[in-house]
């Protein structure tokens, strides 16, 4: 059950988007890519170092760069970075060759599955998490076909995102 598009799982931190895409490429026998594990096989190092010795600028132009190197190859499914929608050449680039699904989740519920980890360098701080998250929020609006509930079981939420990809996609509403 191949899919015609590229879908990108979009949403902020604690989602759960590379489980979910994990679980959904599996059910959909399509690849599934990780935009943070390629800009860390990129670097050759760890996210937090990549900030601390890069910076986030370096991360967030590299990451838009490695998407659009890797939408090129047969559609498969992708989690983004929390922060990957905020680039509008990703945005349009996926527009044009992507369904988006947005893993909706509410913030404090992300800060108790992510907050404080140490691989997590924007999430370290509660109040600028939040903020954060506000702040994304439009922007995964704007660019979703469909919305997920991230509260739900990934393997409910894995599901929902593969039948509703074998059902056409986007002209089809998902019970998420």
């Known amino acids: 059950m191949a899919t015609e598009r590229w879908v990108a799982l979009a949403g902020y931190m604690g989602a759960g988007k590379t489980t979910v ?14 935009a943070d594990d390629l800009v860390q096989a990129h670097a050759g190092q760890p996210i937090p170092e990549i900030f601390a010795q890069r910076g986030e600028l370096w991360f ?5 760069e490695l998407i659009r190197e890797n939408l090129r190859a047969e559609p498969g499914v ?3 970075g929390g922060g990957a929608l905020g680039s509008r050449r990703t ?4 527009g044009r060759t992507a369904w988006v699904a947005w893993l909706r989740i509410d913030p404090a519920l992300a800060w108790e599955r ?9 999430a370290l701080d509660r109040e600028r998490f939040i903020r954060r998250a506000g702040e994304r929020e439009h922007v995964y609006r704007e ?13 409910d ?11 056409g996609g986007p002209d089809e509403d998902a019970a998420g």
């Open 21 to 34: 895409g994990r679980m959904a490429a599996q059910l959909l026998g399509v690849e599934f890519l990780d």
């Open 60 to 64: 967030r132009r590299t990451e838009e």
């Open 78 to 80: 992708l989690a983004l």
């Open 91 to 94: 945005r349009d680039l996926l």
């Open 114 to 122: 992510v907050g404080g980890q140490p691989g997590r360098p924007l």
């Open 143 to 155: 660019a979703a076909d469909v919305i997920l509930d991230a509260a739900r079981a990934p393997e």
């Open 157 to 167: 939420l894995a599901r929902v995102l593969a039948e509703w990809i074998a059902d």
